[in-house]
C-alpha cells in the first residue's frame, strides 16, 4: 500500500470511491461519570448512508489543510484530510473515506497513520474528528485506533426528526495508539 499527499488530480479517483455503508444499527451513546460509552442497538431496517465525496473536493476555501491518499494496486481506495486548529492545539481529521472492497485491510490505519506522522501534527496536542450514532463500523474503528468519545450533537445535521446525531471522538497525541505502528 502508498500512501501519498493528495493532489487536485486526484479529485476524480476519490470522487468515485465506494464509501457507501450498509445502515443496521445505531450506537446509543449515555454519560455515566464524565464518560461515554455506547451499546450497539439494531435497527428494524438496513438503510444506506451516502456521502458525496465529490462536493466535499470542492469546497471554496477547502475546510482542511492537507490530505492523503492510500492506493492499493494502482488504484486510489482512501482518502483523509485533516486540518490545525492553532488556537487549541487540535488536529482535525475532517475527512476519512475507504473504499467498501478495501475495508478491514489496514488503509484507515495507515491514512491516520499518514496524518499523525504530518507536519502539521508535531504542532498539535490532540486528534479529534466527528461520525455519526449510525456509523457504528467507523465508531468501532476509531475505538481501535485508540479514540474515545467524548461529546454527541443532536443537531449538528439539523434539528428534526430523523436527523443524525454527530459523535466526537478524540485522542491525545504523543499517546496514540495506531495498531501496526510504532509509537512516536
Given at each position: ?110 491514512l491516520l497513520h499518514a496524518v499523525l ?25 476509531y475505538e481501535r485506533m485508540g479514540f ?37
Amino acid at each position: 500500500m502508498l500512501i501519498r499527499p493528495y493532489n487536485v488530480a486526484d479529485r476524480g479517483s476519490v470522487a468515485v470511491l465506494d464509501v457507501e455503508t450498509d445502515v443496521n444499527s445505531i450506537a446509543v451513546l449515555r454519560l455515566t461519570d464524565g464518560r461515554f460509552t455506547w451499546i450497539e442497538s439494531p435497527l428494524e431496517v438496513t438503510r444506506k448512508k451516502h456521502h458525496n465525496l465529490a462536493e466535499y473536493l470542492v469546497e471554496d476555501p477547502t475546510s482542511w489543510d492537507e490530505a492523503f491518499v492510500a492506493i492499493l494496486d494502482g488504484l486510489v481506495v482512501g482518502v483523509a484530510a485533516a486540518s490545525l486548529a492553532s488556537w487549541n492545539r487540535r488536529l482535525i481529521l475532517q475527512h476519512m473515506y475507504v473504499n467498501g472492497t478495501a475495508r478491514g485491510r489496514g488503509v484507515g490505519t495507515a491514512l491516520l497513520h499518514a496524518v499523525l506522522s504530518s507536519e502539521r501534527a508535531k504542532d498539535a496536542q490532540h486528534v479529534w474528528l466527528e461520525t455519526q450514532t449510525d456509523n457504528v463500523p467507523a465508531i468501532r474503528a476509531y475505538e481501535r485506533m485508540g479514540f474515545r468519545v467524548v461529546g454527541v450533537d443532536e443537531t449538528l445535521y439539523g434539528d428534526r426528526e430523523g436527523a443524525d446525531t454527530a459523535v466526537f471522538m478524540s485522542q491525545p497525541l504523543g499517546r496514540q495508539h495506531v495498531p501496526g505502528h510504532a509509537q512516536p
